[in-house]
């Protein structure tokens, strides 16, 4: 396979985020062997944000305990959090300004035999999810050509996890719409019941389910089910006791 066919190949797998089940682990993990195949880089690593000042780095497979170390380190401090704070490429390349900017991620660094990290953000217009990490070992910079790649992969990466989240929602909302849905069917069906079983209206029977799943604290749903699966025969609610407010404490 020639690297232009690599290179196309790993871009439809960035894209391909829309499976029923994508694994965000694997597609991290597969993001960060693409960039070792398709770089000059001896290690990657993707940060995504999290609700706090940090990042959180989902961890490749098997690392040794230098690169661990590196890693936890760049959640706190070093270039990957600089580039997901300012939106821009950061390279750590002088040992003295790096240590004096970064102190513990410099000696990590340093420990692990890395001498170079460049970091590039992942944002897509004001979503700002993370940023991509290259380290070498070597001394010369990532050429041009290279940099462009890795922000162009950081790019696709940041469009499929933003359509993986997306359709995530989407499932969520679809989820809630359909338990409302079978929950209104199933009050309905109690309504009817109680309201034979009571010789009373619709409307009476809904208030003393509601009253019946207030008093005890209770969803209607679970209340309706009862009066179905178990005979349960809530009072009017007239005749039950009133929700005060130290019940409701």
Known sequence: MSR?????????????????????IDFLHQMTVRCQELLDVTDAAVFLAHPGPHLHSPAPCDPGPGLQR?????????????????????????????????????????????TLATALPMRLRRNNIGSLLLLRTGHKPLGADDLSLAQALADAATIGLLQA???????????????????????????????????????????????????????????????????LTPAPAAAQPHTTEADAE
Do not use: M
């Open 4 to 24: 232009e066919q690599h290179i196309v190949r790993t871009f439809l797998e960035l894209a391909d985020t829309l499976v029923e089940d994508f694994d965000i």
């Open 70 to 114: 590196v890693l936890d380190t760049a959640c706190l401090q070093g270039p990957a959090l600089e580039a997901h704070r300012t939106h821009r490429s950061v390279t750590a390349l002088d040992e003295a300004e790096t240590a004096a900017r970064w102190p513990e991620f410099a000696q990590h660094r340093q420990a692990a035999g890395y």
């Open 165 to 231: 989240r997306t359709i995530r929602q989407q499932h969520t909302v679809h989820e809630q719409l359909h338990t409302a849905l079978q929950s209104r069917i199933l009050i309905e069906q109690a309504k009817g019941v109680l309201a034979a079983r009571q010789n009373i209206t619709l409307n009476e029977a809904f208030d003393a389910i509601r009253q019946h799943a207030r008093h005890h604290r209770l969803l209607l749903s679970d209340v309706a089910r009862d009066v179905i699966d178990n005979r």
